[in-house]
């Protein structure tokens, strides 16, 4: 391969990341800028933040460009390419997703949510030329190129209009303009690939593209995948990594939120000064509903136990255990499908924090790897290099990082099982409770 480095940026929910990588997969430098993009925002601030980050690194020799970006955001174009709308996290493009829902039932749940958010803003504001996701976006800026890749929300078949034309994440979606160049200081020309979805990415990046393989995320959401050749009927389809390689799963919606919030309101206390089972609390990580094992979005998060002799670290260390116990919540449910994993992977910010990677370990009773990098960041510079023809496809999703492993404690795994009992029953009983 030839000299140079790879670049790889991530436009998360809270924070745009960009990280440099050697030729053969290990961190260089990383930099993180934030950007806090929950409720309605202004898209150019996704933009700014990158070309910030970008600043902090030393971009002169790159030799490949990736993006991956979360889901749920939406940057609605008009004709002349101009950004028209802000956007936006909440229900309003309801009934217009239940409508294509119904007219495309095989378009991704990321593209339908997109399209959904276009013709809302179509019906209500009028007519617009494209619509993307935030990782889009920042393609579309560095190479001029509108293009998006399945998992993210991109168009294919008639009526997805105006959704952008999908490619393969790995695909060349263009090449560094010079007005990006001017921007960023990455070279006029330098490849940039179309990009994906974050949680593929970090996947991808974590080196836990294998069938057999449990992708844990830790962040602004908390969700439990599982790498697999197929996905067994009545389980979700979340996206396909590479061609016979899919992923299916179940989020634990704003657990990262939750755990910002407890660390907020409890200003200096630790879950390694709490012994396991939080001194007899428990705590449901609802703040955004649930959505997974089951659907019931109007429940919210709970303490249970509490009488009083229960200290600061303790509360706090009753979060980091509920997120763990809602994870093994849905493992369980994709084993009575037929899908166990033979190795557990943790991605994300909460994942890099040794207490709570320990948590989930004993809850799951299993050994747990945190690669140690800005996996999404390393995702999409593999993507970057695949695109650019510097490393094939297959090498690039076998390329591991190194992990750092942590293993169970089974002496406490029998408490465990019994916190864990009474985390489901909690959550029973709160389940009954009106909104």
């Not at 370990?361 to 695109?387: I, K």
Request: aromatic share 6%; net charge neutral.
């Amino acid at each position: 391969m030839t000299a140079g480095v790879l670049l790889g940026i991530d436009i998360g929910s809270s924070w745009v990341k960009a990280a440099t990588f050697d030729l053969d997969g290990q961190q260089v430098d990383a930099t993180r800028v934030p950007c806090d993009s929950a409720g309605e925002f202004e898209p150019g601030r996704w933009w700014n933040a990158t070309v910030e980050a970008l600043h902090a690194l030393d971009c002169l020799g790159v030799a490949a460009v990736g993006v991956c970006g979360r889901g749920g955001s939406n940057v609605l174009v008009d004709m002349a390419g101009k950004v028209i709308a802000p956007s936006w996290n909440d229900r309003r493009a309801h009934a217009e997703y239940r409508e294509l829902a119904a007219m495309h039932p095989g378009l991704s749940r990321a593209a339908m949510n997109l399209l959904a958010k276009a013709r809302w803003w179509e019906r209500n504001h009028g007519p617009l030329s494209a619509a993307m996701t935030a990782k889009d976006f920042v393609v579309l800026r560095l190479t001029g190129a509108a293009v998006a890749d399945p998992a993210s929300g991109a168009g294919r078949g008639a009526g997805t209009a105006p959704l952008v034309a999908a490619l393969d994440p790995w695909a060349l979606a263009g090449r560094v303009t010079p007005e990006a160049w001017r921007a960023t200081q990455i070279a006029t020309g330098t490849p940039v690939a179309v990009g994906w979805h974050d949680g593929a990415a970090a996947a991808f990046g974590a080196g836990a593209a294998a069938p057999g393989t449990a992708v844990i995320t830790l962040g602004t959401n908390a969700v439990y995948r599982i790498v697999t050749g197929a996905i067994p009927r009545g389980l979700p389809l979340y996206w396909d990594l590479t061609p016979g390689v899919t992923v299916t799963g179940g989020d634990i919606t704003a657990a990262g939120t939750a755990m910002a919030w407890a660390r907020a309101l409890l200003p200096g206390a630790s879950m390694q000064r709490s012994r396991p089972g939080a001194a007899g609390v428990t705590f449901l990580p609802q703040f955004g509903g649930r959505i997974a094992p089951d659907l019931k979005r109007d429940v919210r998060g709970a303490f249970h136990g509490l009488d009083g002799t229960q200290t600061a670290d303790d509360m706090l260390r009753a979060v980091g255990e509920g997120i763990a116990y809602s994870l093994r919540q849905v493992r369980e449910q994709l084993a009575a499908g037929g899908l166990r994993a033979e190795r557990t992977i943790a991605t994300g910010g909460g994942a890099k924090e040794p207490a709570q990677a320990q948590i989930v370990a004993d809850v799951l009773q299993g050994p747990v790897l945190v690669a140690e990098c800005e996996e999404g960041c390393r995702g999409a510079a593999l993507l970057g290099a695949v695109a650019a023809g510097l490393i094939d496809l297959e090498a690039a999703r076998t390329l591991a990082p190194s992990y750092r492993r942590f293993a169970p404690e089974p002496a406490i795994a029998e408490a465990y099982d019994a916190a864990y009992r009474r985390f489901l029953a909690v959550q029973a009983a709160t389940d009954r409770i009106e909104p």
